[in-house]
């Protein structure tokens, strides 16, 4: 959108265009990263010994009793 509105405006569709394009890499990059330390702390949350196991399962109670 940069290129079509800004650079044009500007007078330099080219620059505004190599500019908008690193910008948008380094969002991408910073997204990245966040990610990768996301499920770093993820994989450490599962490796803890300290997380409880889910209960056994019990048997419900039912309305009519089986034959």
């Given at each position: 959108?940069?290129?079509?509105?800004?650079?044009p405006l500007?007078?330099?569709?080219?620059?505004?265009?190599?500019?908008?394009?690193?910008?948008?890499?380094?969002?991408?990059?910073a997204t990245?990263?966040?990610?990768?330390?996301?499920?770093r702390d993820?994989?450490?949350?599962?490796?803890?010994?300290?997380?409880?196991?889910?209960?056994?399962?019990?048997?419900?109670?039912?309305?009519?009793?089986?034959?």
């Amino acid at each position: 959108m940069a290129a079509f509105i800004i650079g044009p405006l500007a007078a330099a569709i080219i620059p505004v265009t190599i500019v908008a394009g690193t910008l948008l890499i380094a969002f991408d990059l910073a997204t990245i990263y966040t990610l990768l330390l996301s499920i770093r702390d993820f994989e450490r949350f599962i490796a803890s010994p300290s997380v409880p196991t889910a209960p056994e399962p019990t048997a419900l109670p039912t309305l009519w009793p089986h034959s």
